[in-house]
Structure formats: C-alpha cells, structure tokens
C-alpha cells in the first residue's frame, strides 16, 4: 500500500498523513473546506519544520515528504487510494456519512480505516458495503513522535485486511502495532480515561492541587506529563466524548465523566488549544 487518503486535517488527521508522506507514501488529505485543507498542510509544515530543528530529519527529506502529500475538497481524488484512513470529529454521524461517500468513490480493494478513539468501528464499518475491508487504526498524539497504533478488527473485518494495515503501519511507518478487539476505547483508553477522569475528581474534591497532582505523576511513576497536563493536551472535548463513549459501552460508575470536565467543557474551556483548561497558556 503505498497510495494514501487521510480524511480530516486537524491534528490527528495531519499527523496521521505526515507519517505516511514521511515513510514515503503517496497522500492526501480530504477536508471539507479550501482553507481547512490549507491550514492541514501548515500544521504538517510546521511540524517537519520542528523535526528539522530537532535533527530528526534532513531538509531534503522534510522538502520530500511535502512533495508526496496533496490536499484536496473533492472525495473525487481519493478515487486511486489504497487505503483511505478517517480522522474526522468523533460524531458518529458524520464518520457514517464519510465511510458511505468513501465507499462509492474508491476501489473495490480498497482498505477504509478509521482512527477513532471511542466509537465502535463497526458502526461505520456497516455505514459502506465492505465492512470486512473496514478497520479501526488509532494513532496516538502527538502522531510523528508516539510509537504505538492500535489495529481494531470488528466481528467481521477479514484477516487479510488487519494483516495489510499492521503491515503497513509495522513495516512502513515504523511504529508498533497492537491489536485490539472493538471495545471502547480499544487497549489505550480504557485504562488512561479512567484515570485522566480521576485526576479531575481528586482536583475538584480539593484532595490535592492540578500542579501536585501532575507533579506527583511525573516524579512517582515517571510519566512525561502529569495527567491534568495530558488532558489539556489533548483536549477537554476529545477526553469527554471518550469517557461519554466508555460510559455508554459499560455502565460502570467510576466510568462516568466528572462533572467538573462536562462544566469547563461548557465553558469553553477545552485545554492548550483554546488557551485555557486546567492551565493558562
Ligand atoms: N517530529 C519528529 N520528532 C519530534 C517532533 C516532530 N514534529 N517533535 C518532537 N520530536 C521529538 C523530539 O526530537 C524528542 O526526541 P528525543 O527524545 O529523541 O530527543 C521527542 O520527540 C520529544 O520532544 P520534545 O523534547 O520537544 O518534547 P518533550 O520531551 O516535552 O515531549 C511529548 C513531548 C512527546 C508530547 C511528551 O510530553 C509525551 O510523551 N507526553 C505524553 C503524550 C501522550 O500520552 N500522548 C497520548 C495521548 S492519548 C491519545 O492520543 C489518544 C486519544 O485517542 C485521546
């Protein structure tokens, strides 16, 4: 598989598409609107730019990787894609309604993927006429430096799909893969939403302060980044729909979102990319 679609240019979906120009794969990225598309291509830029500075790749390389990556409005270009892989919001309906417009414009074999962190896969699976060629790859942000992609077959992917993505990403994107069974939040979640969810509760009881408790993280258990830190990195909006998604699936207590994350969600305050969560930036 060398010919690649990436559907959405935000920060997975640009992530997503920069290691697979990186590794030397024909891409491109679908987004609903020229300046979405355009601003997609900045973000990869910006961080090639980064990996330049850091001497993780050369400028011809970075200038190479840019030369194999397009951006595009027009699911017409996704036509010669071998495999197509979905980074959109995290609404079911809209993944549906992607999956069903992806499945008349591409091949026959073509392999559609999503990188959903939290909705089964197969209920976009069953939104194409493939579900078998349909499989769940969730990358892990920030895309270019984290190792791990989950690999999600649904009760009726085949294996020969699941062998080519894993192949794919073990072979040629260099990361290691897992394969997971189609449970909310796959392997990854299920154990960091509960606990990113804790921290909130162990802040909003006034148990202990967000510095301590990521303080506590870091130096205990040797993590990068302490767990209220990671939620704004990753967005209070993306934790709260995984943890809504996680609730849904088990109806545990302990899995349900805290109501201090549904508040500053409310609020508008969404983390390091509307400048305020549990920190000012
Ligand atoms: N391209 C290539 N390499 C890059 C890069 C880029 N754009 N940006 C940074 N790097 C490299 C750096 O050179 C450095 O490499 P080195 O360790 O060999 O020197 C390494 O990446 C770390 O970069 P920095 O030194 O700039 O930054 P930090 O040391 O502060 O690390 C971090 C940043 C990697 C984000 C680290 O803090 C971390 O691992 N945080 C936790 C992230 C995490 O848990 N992510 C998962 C979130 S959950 C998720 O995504 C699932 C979703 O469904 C919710």
């Given at each position: 598989?060398?010919?690649?679609?990436?559907?959405?240019?935000?920060?997975?979906?640009?992530?997503?598409?920069?290691?697979?120009?990186?590794?030397?794969?024909?891409?491109?990225?679908?987004?609903?609107?020229?300046?979405?598309?355009?601003?997609?291509?900045?973000?990869?830029?910006?961080?090639?730019?980064?990996?330049?500075?850091?001497?993780?790749?050369?400028?011809?390389?970075?200038?190479?990787?840019?030369?194999?990556?397009?951006?595009?409005?027009?699911?017409?270009?996704?036509?010669?894609?071998?495999?197509?892989?979905?980074?959109?919001?995290?609404?079911?309906?809209?993944?549906?309604?992607?999956?069903?417009?992806?499945?008349?414009?591409?091949?026959?074999?073509?392999?559609?993927?999503?990188?959903?962190?939290?909705?089964?896969?197969?209920?976009?699976?069953?939104?194409?006429?493939?579900?078998?060629?349909?499989?769940?790859?969730?990358?892990?942000?920030?895309?270019?430096?984290?190792?791990?992609?989950?690999?999600?077959?649904?009760?009726?992917?085949?294996?020969?799909?699941?062998?080519?993505v894993t192949s794919y990403v073990r072979d040629t994107l260099g990361k290691t893969a897992v394969r997971a069974g189609d449970r909310s939040g796959f392997i990854v979640n299920a154990l960091l939403i509960p606990y990113l969810c804790q921290a909130i509760r162990?802040?909003?009881?006034?148990?202990?302060?967000?510095?301590?408790?990521?303080?506590?993280?870091?130096?205990?258990?040797?993590?990068?980044?302490?767990?209220?830190?990671?939620?704004?990195?990753?967005?209070?909006?993306?934790?709260?729909?995984?943890?809504?998604?996680?609730?849904?699936?088990?109806?545990?207590?302990?899995?349900?979102?805290?109501?201090?994350?549904?508040?500053?969600?409310?609020?508008?305050?969404?983390?390091?990319?509307?400048?305020?969560?549990?920190?000012?930036?």
């Open positions: 598989m060398q010919k690649i679609g990436v559907i959405g240019g935000g920060t997975m979906g640009a992530g997503i598409a920069e290691v697979c120009a990186k590794a030397g794969s024909d891409v491109v990225i679908l987004e609903v609107k020229q300046e979405y598309a355009d601003a997609a291509r900045q973000r990869v830029e910006k961080s090639l730019a980064k990996a330049v500075a850091k001497n993780k790749l050369s400028q011809d390389d970075a200038d190479a990787t840019l030369g194999r990556l397009r951006v595009t409005t027009d699911y017409a270009d996704l036509g010669d894609r071998e495999l197509v892989i979905e980074a959109a919001p995290e609404i079911e309906s809209l993944k549906q309604e992607i999956f069903t417009q992806l499945d008349a414009v591409v091949g026959d074999d073509t392999i559609l993927a999503t990188n959903t962190s939290s909705i089964p896969v197969i209920k976009v699976a069953t939104a194409t006429k493939r579900p078998e060629r349909v499989v769940g790859v969730h990358f892990f942000n920030p895309v270019p430096v984290m190792p791990l992609v989950e690999i999600i077959s649904t009760l009726v992917t085949n294996d020969e799909t699941a062998d080519a162990m802040l909003d009881s006034g148990y202990a302060s967000a510095e301590d408790i990521d303080a506590a993280m870091k130096g205990g258990c040797g993590y990068p980044m302490g767990p209220l830190t990671l939620i704004d990195t990753i967005g209070l909006d993306i934790t709260l729909a995984a943890a809504e998604s996680l609730y849904a699936e088990f109806a545990e207590p302990h899995l349900a979102p805290p109501a201090l994350l549904r508040r500053m969600v409310d609020a508008g305050q969404l983390g390091r990319k509307s400048g305020r969560g549990f920190y000012s930036y």
